[in-house]
């Protein structure tokens, strides 16, 4: 099974009074990780797959450890734990070498934007995210 890792800057804009990444912020570092992975399906292709749109229909998130502002980007690693006919479910970990400050994960469902209906995950999908399928977490599932 593949990870994907995303390597996700941190703004001077993502503290909280506290001097540490608003838990709200955890929520966007998450997106931009999701659409980084999703986005690599069919690169400079015409591939409609993950273009049509996709939703959110679940977010679960553990808050490990506060992470304060530092210069370098924070890690996010994603792998698939889920595959429906009409939704997936991605877990992350954001992290660094040493520890891991979130644990989360998300339902995705994709939509047919000029629809604006939900729709199945295609053939191409399907075999994109098997690569990033972990067995282990899939079959407790």
């Known amino acids: 099974m593949a990870r994907h890792l995303y390597s996700c800057p941190m703004r001077w804009s993502d503290m909280d009074a506290f001097g540490h990444v608003n838990n709200v912020v955890f929520i966007r570092y998450l997106e931009e990780a999701r659409i980084d992975f999703m986005f690599r399906l069919a690169p400079g292709t015409d591939s409609p797959s993950f273009s049509g749109g996709s939703v959110v229909a679940r977010h679960e998130i553990d808050y490990k450890l506060p992470l304060v502002h530092r210069h370098e980007p924070v890690d996010v690693?994603?792998?698939?734990?889920?595959?429906g006919a009409a939704a997936l479910t991605i877990a992350y970990e954001i992290k660094d070498e040493d520890q891991v400050y979130v644990r989360a994960s998300t339902i995705i469902v994709p939509y047919d934007l000029k629809a604006g209906r939900p729709r199945r995950i295609t053939a191409e999908e399907k075999s994109f995210l098997l690569a990033y399928l972990d067995d282990?977490?899939?079959?407790a599932a």
């Open 136 to 139: 282990a977490e899939a079959l």
């Open 77 to 83: 690693e994603l792998w698939v734990t889920k595959i």
